[in-house]
């Protein structure tokens, strides 16, 4: 029997990102991560540093789904506050954790290893470290939650320690058609029709050139795990869209 894919969701936290400070750009990085491990990436959500948003986000977030991974909140100062939310969601008290002691003051040597750099060696009760190859400062997996740095650079270097500890799916197949000169409007019922026949793919419809002096049009996502029939629906889509008159050209 085959497992269904694994899902995962992503819950980024900090107040920067929701003020628009700071652009997010792990989501999508996770996102191309997951896919290429064939894990189903099914939800997102952004929390400020507030204790009480993070617990209830990540409660519900790791009850849903096979991974949870957070990013944001795992630094030196008063509102990095990740590391203490995960330990409360988790019900499991909050030590220091001997590695990480060891890794950070081989880091800062004792002049420089101060109280706040000290809050970074804190790991909920029975959670493991994730390598961090950029600063050294780690983060951690307890259960199904991993918890990242939120620095881009470094979120993305501690995906490298993460990777062997997921159960890997089927990746998912995809196969895009670029409609010129055509609106999502002028291509629905066929797309629809497309749809009720190949069920076993899904159908993605993404219009792009609005607002601006380039060229306008619609590309067509097919996607799915079984790549002959994302083939065989790319096809039979392009074959319908020919004989409307509307033309069209695969995107490798």
Known sequence: MTLPAPTAAVLIIGDEILSGRTRDTNLNTLARFLAALGIDLLEARTVGDRAGQIIEALNALRAGHDYVFTTGGIGPTHDD???????????????????????LEKRYGAGEFNAARRRM????????????????????????????????????????????????????????????????????????????VARAVSFGSYPFGHGSTGEVGTNLVIRGRDEAAVEAAASGLLADLTAAGIPAAAVI
């Open 121 to 196: 060696a804190r790991i909920p009760e029975g959670g493991s470290l994730i390598a961090n190859p950029v600063t050294d400062a780690p983060g951690f997996q307890i259960g199904n939650v991993f918890v990242l740095a939120g620095v881009p650079k470094i979120m993305t270097a501690m995906l490298e320690d993460v990777a062997p500890r997921l159960r890997t799916g089927a990746v998912v197949h995809a196969r895009t058609l670029k409609v010129s000169g055509v609106g999502e409007g002028d291509v629905a019922d066929i797309l629809t029709a497309a749809s009720q």
């Open 81 to 103: 506050i990740t590391a203490d939310c995960v330990a409360r969601a988790f019900g499991v008290a909050l030590p220091e954790h001997p590695d990480a002691v060891a890794i």
